[in-house]
């Protein structure tokens, strides 16, 4: 009676020709690293909308701005925060001397305010072409490794003039699981790109929306 074919996850690893077993590796470690960077930004967002929420009831609570951005200091933590204080800052060296205003603050604010929000929609949005990498390659890395696999399935069916299915399972089942490996990378990687994606969007226009305000009130001020 022939022994069982081993056809478990190890099995299927250890039996995979040089070349496929690279390709298996490379797909291992896309997929660890694409989870690395899902959790990470999935802890980024919630802390940067925890911190949003946080200012906004400070910003809205009546308390003066001068007073605000005195106990938030010009570095804050908070990313909100720093846009706020990227604002006032440009807002205190727009004050002549005299007490009048240079020409043109409000723009000049508003500037301010706006490379602040870029530089953080940058630091949010970092790591996110990694999922994209992921998700677009991993597809085809585990099909190159499919098809090598396959080819070496039939070199070894030649080479041993057999089609039993003894010879022939092995080598198919190793294809195969490079083509799975591949898609259990590519599948989470777009999926959470397509929603961290669009939960960073959310954040910045958030932060745009605040600007925007914020933007107003000084413009109200400057214009009284």
Partial sequence: MESAIDLSVWALFARATFGVKIVMIILIVASFW????????ILTYRRARSEAGRFDRSFWSGEPLDELFEELGPEPEGRSA???????????RSHRQDGGMIANAS????????VAIAK??????????????????????????????IMNAFVEIAEQQNTNLAVVAPGIAEALFATGLGLLAAIPAVIFYNKLSADSDRIVAGYEAFADEFSTILSRQLDS
């Fill in 34 to 41: 694409s989870w690395s960077v899902i959790i990470q930004k």
């Fill in 82 to 92: 720093r846009i706020f204080s990227a604002g006032m800052m440009e807002w205190r």
């Fill in 107 to 114: 723009a000049r604010i508003d500037r301010s305010m706006d």
């Fill in 120 to 149: 953080e929609a940058e630091d949010l949005q970092r790591g996110l072409p990694v999922l994209a990498t992921v998700g677009s390659t991993a597809p085809f890395i585990g099909l190159l490794g499919t098809v090598w696999g």
